[in-house]
C-alpha cells in the first residue's frame, strides 16, 4: 500500500483533513498529516524538513504520494523531495490534486492497493462528485473538473478596499501576517496600492507585498477568487482593523520594542547606558561589518547536487532565524520577534524561489552564485522604494541572504570585523562575534543592546578596555569615523565631544592609567588582609593565549576556564584530541597552579550548529549547561575524557554548569567515573580520583547547598546568572539589565548559604562571576568568608589591591551590614561611604 502525505499551512488543518480521510479509506491507510512551522504552537506556514519527516514516517516501497494545499507548501513539498536520498525521490509524487477531495479520493484508493499512478489519478478526480451534483464543468470543456486551488476562479474576483493606518505601512513585520493569512485559504489574494498604483502583487509573496511601498494613510485594494475568498478578505479585513498586529499605543508613535532615546539622565548630545568596563577613550567610531562571503566562480555542479546544496543551506538558516526568534521572544516580547518570521518567510516566498530553481535546475547555475544574484535584486527592489524606513529594509534581505551563503561556504555565519582601530558600535555582541574581534583594533565598545554582565560586557573587561552597553539603537546610526568619547566609568557615550571635554577625558584617563599601573606593580605579590588572612585571586580565561597576561597580572591560577570559547564559531563539534591540546597546553602554561574547567556552558541563546536543538520560548529556562550535558553523553563524556587526560598531569579540576538537583549532581559523577574508566581501559593514564565542583548560579543550589555539599568538592558562585535568576531580570535586556544587580541583599544572602553550607565539610567556594571583578564588593564577599576570587586579568590588580587594605573584621562587619540592607543601592552606597552600617 502506498503511502499519503498531507501539506498544509495549517497544523490542524492537516490534521482535520486526515481524520476526515481515514474514516473515508480506513485507519489501515499511511496518512501522514503535516503542517504549520517547527515551533511552539505551531504557527502558520509551511516546513521543508518537517515535510521531509512525514515522508520518511509515510514511506512505502511502493510510493508516497504528497497532497499540497497551496502556495509555498508546494515550493516546501519540492524542497523536502531533494531532502531524500536519491535511491527514493523518484518513488515520491507531488500531485496537483485538490487538497481535501483529493485526499479522501487518494485514501480510499489506496486502501484498495491501487499503484501510485492510479491513486493519484483518482485523487485528480477528487472533485467530480461536486462538479457532478452542482453541474459545473472544467474550462477546457473535458470530462475532467478544475482543481479548487489556487489561480482556479469561482467566479468573479470578490474586493475590500482598506486604510492602512500602521504608522510604518505595510512594512516588514505587517506584510509577513498578511503573507500567513492570506496563505491559509484555498484563494488566490492579490493586493493593489491604490494610493500609488502599485500592483497588483501576489499575497503569497512577501516581497511583492512589501515593494508595494504601503504607507501609513495609503489605501489598498484586496482582491480574492477562489473557494475560499469570501473567508479570506474577512481575515484579512479583520487583521487591517488591527492594524496588521502592531502595537501601536499612539497615533504618531512607532512601535519600537526597545528604547531608542537615551535615559533622561543622560547629558545633552550625549548617550547614556550601563557602564560595563572602566575606562575612558576618544577615538573614531567603527561600526562592525559582516565580512565578504567568496562565491564561487568556476562550472556548476550537477544541478539536482547543486538545489541540495541550496535547499540544505536555506533549512540550516531557518533553524538558526527560528532560534534567534525564540531569543528575542524571551527577552524583548513577541512584537520584537516578528521582524524574525518575515526573516523566516523570505525564504519560502514563491517570487524568490521561483526563479531560483529555474537557474539551477534549468540554466544549471551554481547554487551560490544563483542566490546571490536573487538576493541581491530583491534587495534592490527595496531600496528603489521612496520611503527611508522600507529602503533600510533591504539591509534585512542581505543580511538573510549572508547567512545561507554562510552554509553553502561550508562555514558558520562569518563572525564581523572591524576595518580599522577605534571604538566599536554594534547593536549587540554574541560569544562568537566577540572571539571574531581584532583585539589590537578595538579601543573600547559601545552596544546598543546589553547589561553590564553581558557577553560584549564580559568581553570589554577580559580585554581589559573602556565599554558601555545598553545605549539605545540610536547609536547605530552615528557615522563611521565619527570622533567619540566613551567613558566606560559613567555609562556614556558623547559623539563629537568638544575640545574641553576631550581635555577632562585625558586627565581622567591619565589618572586611571597611574592607578592601574600602581597596582600592577604590586600584583605579583599574594593577597593577603591586613590582619593576615590569604584569599586567592585567580584568572576567568577562554583560550590557551589568555593564559600570559593572566600570570602577568598576577593570576595564582585559573578559576574559570569557558570551554565553550572551544566550541563557537565552526560547523563541527572539536574532537577530544582536540580538546585535550587546548587543555593541555593551558595546563602547561600555568604549571602547578590550578584549573578549573567548565563543561560545556551552552543552550538556546548560544546554539551550535552541530548540536540542534528546539526551539525554546525562554532559552535561560531551557536545556543549557549540565542539563544539555546529561541529555547529550556524546557531547559531554568526549570533553570529560580530555580533561581526566590533561588531569593525569596536571592540578585540573571539573566544574559542572547550571547545576538544579542533588540527581543531576549524582548523573554528572557517575558520567566522569564512566570517562575515567574508558580512558583507563584506552591504555591512557588516568587519575585515582577527579575533583568535581558544581556552579552556583540558581537559587535552588544555594538554597539546597547543605544537601548538595556532601556530593561535591567545591563550589563556584557565577554571581552573574545568579543574579539573573534570582531577580528574574536576564542579564542581557537592558529595559531590566539595572535590576539584575548581583550585590542586591537576596543575592548576598545566597552566598552566604552556600558558604555556611560548605564550611562544616572543609569544602572551599570561590566567586567566579563578575562580581569578583568589582573593588567595591570585595570587602561583603570576605566578610561573607568566599576565599577564592576568579576575575578577568585586567581586574586582578585591583582586586588584591582591595583584599590588602582590609581586615577581616572590617569585612565581616560589612558583610553583615549589608545583609541588613533593603536594597542593592543601598548596599552600593554602603560599601562607597565606608560605613559599616546600612
Known amino acids: 500500500m502506498i503511502g499519503i502525505v498531507l501539506v498544509s499551512h495549517s497544523a490542524k488543518l492537516a490534521e482535520g483533513v486526515a481524520e476526515l480521510a481515514r474514516q473515508m479509506g480506513g485507519e489501515d491507510v499511511a496518512l501522514e498529516p503535516v503542517g504549520g512551522l517547527d515551533l511552539p504552537d505551531r504557527p502558520i506556514g509551511t516546513d521543508a524538513l518537517l515535510v521531509s519527516s512525514a515522508i520518511e514516517r509515510a514511506w512505502s516501497e511502493e510510493g508516497v504520494l504528497v497532497l499540497m494545499d497551496l502556495g509555498s507548501a508546494v515550493l516546501s513539498a519540492e524542497m523536502a523531495v531533494e531532502m531524500l536520498p536519491e535511491d527514493r525521490r523518484g518513488r515520491v509524487l507531488l500531485c496537483e490534486a485538490p487538497f481535501v477531495e483529493g485526499a479522501i479520493a487518494a485514501a480510499v484508493a489506496a486502501r484498495l492497493g491501487r499503484s501510485l499512478a492510479e491513486v493519484a489519478d483518482e485523487a485528480r478526480n477528487g472533485l467530480s462528485p461536486k462538479v457532478a451534483h452542482l453541474g459545473g464543468a472544467p474550462p477546457d470543456g473535458s470530462s475532467q473538473p478544475a482543481e479548487a486551488g489556487v489561480g482556479a476562479a469561482a467566479g468573479p474576483a470578490r474586493t475590500v478596499r482598506l486604510l492602512v493606518e500602521n504608522p510604518l505601512g505595510l512594512h516588514a513585520r505587517p506584510a509577513a501576517r498578511l503573507v500567513r493569512t492570506a496563505g491559509a485559504f484555498d484563494a488566490d489574494v492579490r493586493v493593489r496600492n491604490l494610493t500609488t498604483g502599485r500592483g497588483p502583487a501576489s499575497a503569497r509573496s512577501l516581497n511583492a507585498i512589501a515593494t508595494l511601498g504601503v504607507l501609513q494613510g495609503h489605501e489598498i485594494e484586496v482582491s480574492a477568487s477562489g473557494p475560499q475568498a469570501a473567508d479570506a478578505l474577512r481575515a484579512i479585513e479583520e487583521l487591517a482593523a488591527a492594524r496588521f498586529g502592531d502595537e501601536v499605543s499612539g497615533a504618531g508613535e512607532v512601535p519600537s520594542p526597545l528604547p531608542s532615546e537615551p535615559p533622561p539622565a543622560a547629558p545633552e548630545g550625549a548617550f547614556a547606558g550601563h557602564p560595563a568596563s572602566p575606562g575612558l577613550v576618544v577615538a573614531p567610531a567603527r561600526h562592525v561589518r559582516a565580512p565578504e562571503i567568496e562565491i564561487p566562480t568556476g562550472p556548476a555542479g550537477e544541478p539536482a547536487q547543486e538545489w541540495a546544496a541550496l535547499t540544505a543551506a536555506l533549512a540550516a538558516t531557518v533553524r538558526e532565524i527560528r532560534a534567534t526568534r525564540a531569543r528575542a521572544a524571551a527577552r524583548a516580547g513577541e512584537q520584537a520577534a516578528a521582524i524574525f518570521d518575515a526573516h523566516a518567510l523570505l525564504l519560502e516566498d514563491e517570487a524568490l524561489l521561483s526563479p531560483l530553481g529555474r537557474a539551477v535546475l534549468e540554466e544549471r547555475r551554481g547554487a551560490a552564485a544563483a542566490w546571490a544574484e536573487t538576493i541581491e535584486r530583491v534587495a534592490a527592489s527595496w531600496e528603489s522604494l521612496e520611503d527611508p524606513y522600507l529602503q533600510a529594509r533591504a539591509a534585512d534581505v542581505r543580511a538573510v541572504g549572508r547567512q545561507v551563503l554562510a552554509h553553502l561556504a561550508g562555514r558558520a555565519a562569518a563572525s564581523p570585523v572591524v576595518v580599522a582601530e577605534g571604538v566599536v558600535l554594534a547593536e549587540d555582541l554574541t560569544p562568537a562575534d566577540t572571539a571574531g574581534l581584532d583585539p589590537a583594533k578595538v579601543r573600547g565598545i559601545a552596544t546598543a543592546l546589553g547589561g553590564p554582565t553581558s557577553h560584549s560586557a564580559v568581553l570589554a573587561r577580559s580585554l581589559g578596555i573602556p565599554a558601555v552597553v545598553g545605549l539605545g539603537r540610536d547609536i547605530l546610526d552615528i557615522p563611521e569615523g565619527t570622533i567619540v568619547l566613551l567613558d566606560g566609568d559613567r555609562g556614556l557615550l558623547r559623539p563629537r565631544p568638544d575640545d574641553d571635554l576631550v581635555a577632562e577625558a585625558e586627565r581622567r584617563a591619565e589618572a586611571f592609567r597611574a592607578s592601574e599601573e600602581a597596582a600592577l606593580a604590586e600584583a605579583g605579590r599574594p593577597a593577603s588582609t591586613r590582619d593576615g588572612l590569604r584569599v586567592e585571586v585567580l584568572a576567568n580565561i577562554g583560550k590557551p593565549e589568555d593564559v600570559g597576561p593572566a600570570l602577568a597580572a598576577g593570576a595564582e591560577g585559573v578559576g574559570l576556564l569557558r570551554t565553550e570559547l572551544l566550541f563557537l564559531g565552526r560547523e563541527t563539534m572539536p574532537t577530544e584530541d582536540e580538546q585535550e591540546a587546548v587543555y593541555r597546553a593551558i595546563a602547561e602554561g600555568l604549571g602547578d597552579r590550578p584549573l578549573v574547567l567548565r563543561t560545556l556552558d551552552v543552550g538556546g541563546d548560544k546554539p551550535l550548529p552541530y548540536i540542534p536543538l528546539a526551539a525554546e520560548a525562554n532559552p535561560f529556562l531551557g536545556l543549557r549547561g549540565l542539563r544539555l550535558g546529561l541529555s547529550r553523553p556524546d557531547v559531554l563524556l568526549p570533553q570529560l575524557r580530555a580533561a581526566i587526560r590533561v588531569a593525569a598531569d596536571h592540578p585540573l579540576r571539573v566544574m559542572f554548569p547550571m547545576v538544579t538537583t542533588l540527581q543531576e549532581v549524582r548523573a554528572a559523577r557517575e558520567l566522569v567515573e564512566r570517562a575515567r574508566s574508558e580512558v583507563a581501559a584506552a591504555g591512557r593514564r588516568a587519575p585515582e580520583s ?149
Open 690 to 838: 577527579l575533583s568535581v565542583g558544581i556552579m552556583v548560579e540558581v537559587p535552588s543550589a544555594a538554597l539546597t547547598a547543605t544537601a548538595l555539599a556532601p556530593d561535591i568538592d567545591f563550589f563556584s558562585i557565577g554571581t552573574n546568572d545568579l543574579a539573573q535568576y534570582t531577580l528574574a531580570a536576564e542579564r542581557g535586556n537592558e529595559q531590566v539589565a539595572g535590576l539584575a544587580d548581583a550585590l542586591h541583599p537576596s543575592v548576598l544572602r545566597l552566598i552566604r548559604m552556600t558558604v555556611e553550607a560548605a564550611e562544616p565539610l572543609g569544602k572551599p567556594v570561590a566567586v567566579c562571576g563578575e562580581l569578583a571583578a568589582d573593588e567595591s564588593a570585595v570587602p561583603i564577599l570576605v566578610g561573607l568568608g568566599v576565599r577564592e576570587l576568579s576575575a578577568s586579568a585586567p581586574a586582578i590588580p585591583r582586586v588584591k589591591r582591595a583584599i590588602r587594605s582590609l581586615t577581616l573584621e572590617d569585612a565581616r562587619a560589612v558583610a553583615q551590614s549589608a545583609l541588613r540592607c533593603r536594597t542593592a543601592a543601598e548596599v552600593r552606597a554602603l560599601v562607597s561611604s565606608g560605613s559599616v552600617r546600612c
